[in-house]
Nanobody
């Protein structure tokens, strides 16, 4: 009943920027929170950033100085601004939604997932 669609991925050089979007449709019972995750080949899926309905956020230590999560006023779209990109940021990026207060970077708490958008950073 909840659909999440990511967009905004692409290929950039080291130091470049991208802005990812996560558009939500359907009904999500409140409270809920949204997370961004990423998965590179051969690695586990890891939490990147999360935001709840009150605007509270969590970031992974590896990205908190470079990435920013935000949401529009209607909370229909969540964004992830990626700055100062590195080759190690190359991954499929997913948004996900969870019931609860949040925010949280624990992937096991999320029941709804988008299909992902690819981010590739070249040196």
């Amino acid at each position: 009943q909840v659909q999440l669609v990511e967009s905004g991925g692409g290929s950039v050089q080291s130091g470049g920027s991208l802005r990812l979007s996560c558009a939500a449709s359907g009904y999500m019972y409140r409270p809920y929170y949204i997370g961004w995750f990423r998965q590179a080949p051969g690695k586990e899926r890891e939490g990147v950033a999360s935001i709840n309905g009150d605007g509270a956020t969590n970031y992974a230590d590896s990205v908190k100085t470079r990435f920013t999560i935000s949401q529009d006023n209607g909370k229909k779209t969540v964004y992830l601004q990626l700055n100062a990109l590195k080759p190690d940021d190359t991954a499929m990026y997913y948004c996900a939604a969870s019931r609860g207060i949040g925010p949280s970077l624990a992937k096991q708490l999320y029941a709804y997932w988008g299909q992902g958008t690819q981010v590739t950073v070249s040196s």
